[in-house]
Antibody, heavy 118, light 107 residues
Framework: QVQLVQSGAEVKKPGASVKVSCKAS????????IHWVRQAPGQRLEWMGW????????KYSQKLQGRITLTRDTSAGTVYMDLSSLRSEDTAMYYC???????????WGQGTLVTVSS | DIQMTQSPSTLSASIGDRVTITCRAS??????LAWYQQKPGKAPNLLIA???SLQGGVPSRFSGSGSGTEFTLTISSLQPDDFATYYC?????????FGQGTKLEIK
């Protein structure tokens, strides 16, 4: 079955960077895109960006452009989300999710809590 | 960016009730709309895609309808497992924005 397993919780200081991984299994990695979505405490889900598993093309939210980088390692079936210049407002649960084209996100990782605090 | 607005933000209902949640898009999104259920501490779970297409394994008491800018999610007879927060999301263009969520509470 499709599984997305994310790396563990992180605590970072303001100005630092964080890298969260999302390991995919149970499907052909290069045939699907992976999206990242975050959710600050008590807030709505916020779309951050995506990366195509096949060619590695990316698209980022304008809000995060310049601070977010998505990469993938096809041999490891893993996607990485790098967020730099962290601020307290970046404290959130971060999720990766697989997109079914034209049909939303059918599988999600378990979430990675990133806490930004001095 | 396309804005998604859900109503109500909170809904109190009883077991067996029929409930409807509305999602409005700030511009037409055809039927490029998904509904998710999220329980505390868990990732969202896809219920419905393409506005009305029920995902495999989702109980038939859930249904979706609408096109253009107005959409609804209906639960025909509430069960204890249905008390959660529900989000709509469009995927017609980037960014794929979500509604603010509707928290379904036990009355």
């Amino acid at each position: 079955q499709v599984q997305l397993v994310q790396s563990g919780a992180e605590v970072k200081k303001p100005g630092a960077s964080v890298k969260v991984s999302c390991k995919a299994s149970g499907y052909t990695f290069t045939s699907y895109s992976i999206h990242w979505v975050r959710q600050a405490p008590g807030q709505r889900l916020e779309w951050m960006g995506w990366i195509k598993g096949g060619n590695g093309n990316t698209k980022y939210s304008q809000k995060l452009q310049g601070r977010i980088t998505l990469t993938r390692d096809t041999s490891a079936g893993t996607v990485y989300m790098d967020l730099s210049s962290l601020r307290s407002e970046d404290t959130a649960m971060y999720y990766c999710a697989r997109e079914i084209v034209g049909a939303g996100f059918d599988s999600w990782g378990q979430g990675t809590l990133v806490t930004v605090s001095s | 960016d396309i804005q998604m607005t859900q109503s109500p933000s909170t809904l109190s209902a009883s077991i067996g009730d029929r409930v409807t949640i509305t999602c409005r898009a700030s511009q037409s999104i055809s039927t490029s709309l998904a509904w998710y259920q999220q329980k505390p501490g868990k990732a969202p779970n896809l219920l419905i895609a393409k506005a009305s297409s029920l995902q495999g394994g989702v109980p038939s008491r859930f249904s979706g309808s609408g096109s253009g800018t107005e959409f609804t999610l209906t639960i025909s007879s509430l069960q204890p497992d249905d008390f959660a927060t529900y989000y709509c999301q469009h995927y017609v263009s980037y960014p794929f924005t979500f509604g603010q969520g509707t928290k379904l509470e036990i009355k």
